[in-house]
């Protein structure tokens, strides 16, 4: 009789919760969601992409 409990629950892993993603290729693609966190991949067709992904750099113009 095999055991239906902690020993066997212990063997479910695998495939995590963040698989590589076919758009952007970064590991952010959610399996049980179907979407990506980083492209929007499975959700949007265009680029997931805000003004405040990129680190604002102070630029002072040399005349």
């Avoid at 212990?10 to 979407?35: E, L, N, Q």
């Amino acid at each position: 009789m095999g055991s239906k409990g902690t020993t066997s629950l212990g063997k479910m892993g695998g495939k995590g919760t963040h698989i590589r993603c076919r758009r952007c290729g970064r590991h952010a693609y959610h399996v049980r969601k179907k979407r990506c966190a980083a492209c929007g991949f499975g959700e949007i067709t265009k680029l997931r992409r805000y003004s405040w992904q990129n680190k604002k750099i102070n630029r002072t113009r040399i005349v």
